[in-house]
């Protein structure tokens, strides 16, 4: 029996080998599209286009740090959005106390996120499931907290300022010069993700997600890697909430609310649990979906006097989409995605969904 | 004694509130994280039925409580029957993304500003003096009473009656008692619409005691951790989880900082999921389902 199977995964390795130039040969031809268009991009559009995609780039690095928790190691996590704020933190404490510039600040925001990782996988070591979710969504209180203790005690009552990092002499400022910046530091992201996955740690990862007491009997030390998952993907959160204080040149903890965990939640939901492509498509949907609906709203005549109301309308069409793939499409766009490649292709290739 | 009296009424609101997370948890094992929101709407709908039903504060109370148990079930039956056994982290992220959408949909019927209920529906919220030196408002001692009520009652209905016991079989062994002829569904069904129906209580009480607006979400989720401190699958212990939360919370806000009161049960349970993760009185199997 077991040898009959063999031979036919076999069989099915060697077919879909066979196949593989053939989608090779395609390929390339769509990524150097998708280079070109990522390159010229910011010349062509307006001002707020270029802001938007440097919005979703930041929450690629985000939605990609979580989807690798949560996605590939299995750890949940409501608290990223205490880590994004750490990050942030660091950077503007360091400023506003020691004016330090951006290479001193970025690192340390890294460290940073790494201690607080450390302490928000501690946790992991007992707890499991639900009671880990829960205890990172105190985390996310606690640190919270502390940066609204910050500002009240230097009574920067609305926020913190900082100025533009300079780079090379002249001060980042324009909306092109992030998107370059912020474009490098979601890719250089990406192939972290990605090769880490590739790696015997992505592979315990999987393994720890899968089943934990079949992983800790094929040896895989179950508390370290538990505890690099979150470190990784800490101090990688970390990072993000660093870019975003300078991109924005402002900190403040409300922009750090519960709301913000959700959405990188609904980021990897809505782009496919466990699938790095998944967190970019997902971090790009949740990004662009507000402006979306905003522009609808807008778009029919004499709804300027409900423009109060959009945010709510918001809240709740993103409770519905995530409600929508949780229920009915578990594997996200890059589900769908794959659907329809799957069907339009010429050669059909294997149903199975890559992770 | 004030103090005293300020414990026991947060203690009361916390307890009234976590015992919908305890029913849900103890009979399904999902975590309901949309309870806040259920409760938020408990009070917007007595908003809803005073001001378009009826002008009677009574009748208005009784409607809104029976609007919220069809909710939910509505919520059940539409949404977490399809969750109910699926992995914790879907039913989770489920719970989460119907309380946004709840919070939302709320915000765009009721418009996020303040209501004072009680001079809405018409009903008079005086503080009353019950022992020399300690106030107590009228609405905060109806919710203490009312906690000890829905207390008292949930333990006699699981304790003796038919559907109670077939409630606890269900959190025990879902698959023996399905092989009993438990109907699940109807059981499963029963909790959520006593959570709902207790929730919406507190949301009722709390919204006539003070002002009603969406950030009550935070009280909800601020009770959340009673209930997991007592253990998430016992009712006593959601009373003596609520009271050492209040206790630390009104400390707190007495001696340190103001400003903590919202860290605090957050710090609390903190402390309690590393010493005693399954809680004062839970359970210790829950751990080991994954």
Sequence with gaps: MSDAGGSDKAEAVIVARNRRPDVLRRLPLGRLIAVLVVLVFPLVARPFQVDMACQIFLACIGSLSLALLTGIAGQISLGHAGLLAAGAFSVAILYQEFHLPFWVTIPVAAVTGALFGFCFGLPSLRLRGLYLA?????????????????????????????????????????????????????????????????????????????????????????????????????????????????????????????????????????????????????????????YGIEGAVLSIPGSDQYAGGIFALIYATFGAVMIGFLMFEPLGLVGIWDRLIAKYSRHRPDRGIEP | MQIAVNIVVLASIYALISCGYVLIYRVSRVLNLAHGELMLLGAYLLLATSSRITPNPIVAILLAALLSVIVGILVYLLLMRKMTGESVLAAVLTTIAFGIFLRGLMTLIWSPQQFDVARLIGIANPALEIIPGARISLMSATLVVVTVIVYAVLFIFLRITRWGMRMRAAGQNPLLAAQRGIELHVVYAIAW??????????????????????????????????????????????????????????????????????????????????????????????????
């Design chain 1, 134 to 290: 829960i205890s990172t969504l105190a985390l996310h209180f606690v640190v919270v907290y502390f940066g609204g203790e910050y500002e009240a005690m230097r009574s920067y009552s609305s926020g913190i300022v900082i100025d533009p990092p300079s780079l090379f002499g002249h001060a980042l400022q324009d909306g092109g010069a992030w998107y370059f910046v912020l474009l490098l530091a979601a890719a250089l992201a990406y192939l972290l993700c990605r090769n880490l996955l590739q790696s015997s740690t992505g592979r315990a990862w999987c393994a720890l997600r899968t089943n934990e007491t079949v992983a800790e009997t094929l040896g895989i030390p179950i508390a370290r890697y538990k505890l690099l998952a979150f470190v990784i993907s800490s101090s990688m959160t970390a990072v993000a909430g660093a870019l975003f204080a300078y991109f924005r040149g402002f900190v403040s903890v409300e922009a750090f609310s519960l709301y913000l965990s959700i959405q990188y939640i609904a980021m990897i939901i809505i782009g496919g649990m466990g699938s790095l492509r998944g967190a970019l498509l997902g971090a790009a949907f949740v990004i662009l979906m507000p």
């Design chain 2, 193 to 290: 619409c006593l959570s709902t129906f207790t929730g919406s209580a507190a949301g009722m009480l709390i919204a006539m005691d003070s002002r009603l607006d969406t950030t009550m979400v935070i009280i909800g989720l601020k009770a959340f951790p009673a209930a997991l401190v007592g253990g998430l699958d016992s009712l006593l212990g959601a009373i003596f989880g609520s009271l050492i939360i209040a206790a630390a919370e009104v400390w707190v806000i007495q001696t340190i900082n103001p400003l903590l009161a919202d860290v605090v049960p957050f710090l609390v349970l903190i402390a309690m999921l590393l010493i005693r993760p399954w809680g004062l009185f839970g359970t210790r199997e829950v751990l080991d389902r994954v």
